[in-house]
């Protein structure tokens, strides 16, 4: 149930982080002048696709059944 | 063919909107300090994941969320590392153009959003450097103030690098 909606919130936020990504690399090619902002645009775009990855990889190594037994008895309590 | 990386090959200070013939004379943006302000804070905010674990990592349950932190950590540097380059985006933006025949000023609002001002050089009047504050006079920053004849009455260019150079190269055009 939990990785289900952390699944859901990831995939909301992954679909805005790309929107955010094109309008970023968008507005660096299209509206700068000179070089230099390009080069800057590539190395936004390769730090953020590494980022990414590993965003990904850590979500999957979450073992929500532990994290489950931590916080479901938190809840009871209220 | 067409090739990809011939958008980093150096492409000069071509802008959106020039004339035909217009000749670019400079180019300024924001006086670096206020990058390296942005870098600044940028860089004690990447500390805070390690100050976080450092309290929490004793804990009796952080065994049990660890990867859960560890997940969120990256999560924080992807939008840390977004909100660095949004902000330097925002920089390199904001320009003030010097051509031959006018003077260009881009303001990059956000994303989508920007006001641009031009001033013809021939309907200026006078202009005045204004520099405010000890931190403006040790670092050589501050603000340009353009009177103009028309309608346009005032045109203000704030925090540029070496205001009086930059009111001089002006006026020798």
Not at chain 2, 162 to 167: D, E, H, I, V
């Amino acid at each position: 149930m939990l990785n289900t909606i952390f699944l859901i919130l990831g995939v909301i936020a992954g679909v805005l982080y790309l929107w955010f990504l094109f309008t970023l690399i968008y507005h660096l090619i299209r509206f700068s002048i000179g070089n230099a902002p390009k080069i800057i645009a590539l190395v936004f775009f390769l730090g953020s696709f590494c980022l990414v990855i590993l965003v990904i990889a850590l979500f999957f190594k979450i073992n929500w059944q532990n994290l489950s037994d931590l916080i479901v008895p938190i809840f009871k309590v209220f | 063919m067409l090739n990809i990386f011939s958008l980093f090959s150096p492409s000069g200070l071509s802008f959106k909107g020039q004339l035909p013939q217009e000749e670019v004379v400079l180019l300024k943006r924001r006086h670096w300090f206020f990058l390296a302000l942005n870098i600044f804070v940028t860089f004690l905010f990447t500390f805070l994941p390690f100050v976080v674990y450092g309290l929490i990592s004793r804990t009796s349950w952080f065994q049990v969320a660890s990867d859960l932190f560890w997940f969120l950590t990256a999560l924080y540097y992807l939008i840390l590392w977004f909100l660095f380059f949004y902000n330097l985006t925002m920089y390199l933006l904001n320009i003030f153009i010097l051509t031959k025949q006018r003077i260009v000023k881009r303001e990059q609002l956000g994303f989508f959003n920007f006001k641009e001002a031009t001033l013809e050089l021939s309907k200026i009047q006078d202009i005045s450097v204004l520099q405010k504050g000890i931190l403006a006079n040790l670092l050589n920053y501050g603000d340009l103030e353009i009177q103009t004849a028309g309608n346009q009455n005032k045109f203000l260019f704030q925090q540029l690098p070496n205001p009086t150079a930059l009111k001089q190269a002006i006026l020798n055009q």
